[in-house]
């Protein structure tokens, strides 16, 4: 019995190019009952956290959402400042030249 073997080379990840762009993301939040309502926002920060990526022939399409806490100044007889944290859901795809599925 005679095995024969051939050795070849096997790329795991490869790097297809590199894409920045700039997303919009939308959404509405809702103060709960329990908190005042805003008069003014004095700052906003946000985090991204991508939980699935799918390739496409061109593209790629990205879910997520984003982490954002909001500093206010609340629509009350005290007038305090006043935080919140919620979340804003997204999916965007992106037209990527050389990829594919």
Do not use: H, W
Not at 5 to 25: D, P
Not at 55 to 76: E, P, Q, R, T
């Amino acid at each position: 019995m005679q095995v024969e073997v051939t050795k070849e080379k096997f790329v795991l990840n490869k790097i297809v190019g590199q894409k920045s762009e700039t997303i919009v993301v939308e959404g509405d939040m809702i103060v709960p009952d329990i908190k005042p309502d805003i008069l003014n926002t004095i700052n906003t920060t946000g985090n991204v956290c991508i939980y699935k990526k799918e390739v496409l022939d061109g593209k790629i399409k990205i879910d997520g959402d984003v982490n954002v806490y909001v500093i206010y100044l609340a629509d009350n007889e005290e007038e305090a400042t006043r935080s919140l944290n919620t979340n804003i859901d997204f999916n965007q795809i992106i037209d990527f030249e050389g990829c594919t599925r």
